[in-house]
């Protein structure tokens, strides 16, 4: 059984920052893809940064150059370091794992981001 536990999230002001983490523990072997979404009130879910397996950085032109991802695979947990925040940045992250290349996508629990004034 794989577990994912996200931490992390909470109220910040513009231009504060957060970090979040998502652990992985259980029956896995090592990360394979990892990503970070996030979906805000009323829109659909969007990737906001990920590591492909071929070790790619991926990010949303909405968080260049303000969000960093970031992985420790010998504690098979993803980070994702957000600067700059903004209002618009106010959703609930999730964090998605895959174990291997025929490994389904697992989803954190969700941790919630605000951002205000």
């Known amino acids: 059984q794989v577990q994912l536990v996200e931490s992390g999230g909470g109220l910040v002001q513009i231009g504060g920052s957060l970090r979040l983490s998502c652990a992985a523990s259980?029956?896995?072997?090592?990360?394979?893809?990892t990503g970070w979404y996030r979906q805000a009130p009323g829109k659909q879910r969007e990737l906001v940064a990920a590591?492909?397996?071929?070790?790619?950085?991926n990010y949303a032109d909405s968080v260049k150059g303000r969000f960093t991802i970031s992985r420790d695979n010998a504690k098979n947990t993803i980070y994702l370091q957000m600067n700059s925040l903004k209002p618009e940045d106010t959703a609930v992250y999730y964090c998605?794992?895959?174990?291997?290349?025929?490994?389904?996508?697992?989803w954190g629990q969700g941790t919630q981001v605000t951002v205000s004034s």
């Open positions: 259980g029956s896995i072997f090592s990360l394979y893809a």
């Open positions: 998605a794992l895959r174990f291997g290349p025929k490994d389904p996508v697992r």
């Open positions: 590591i492909t397996s071929g070790g790619n950085i």
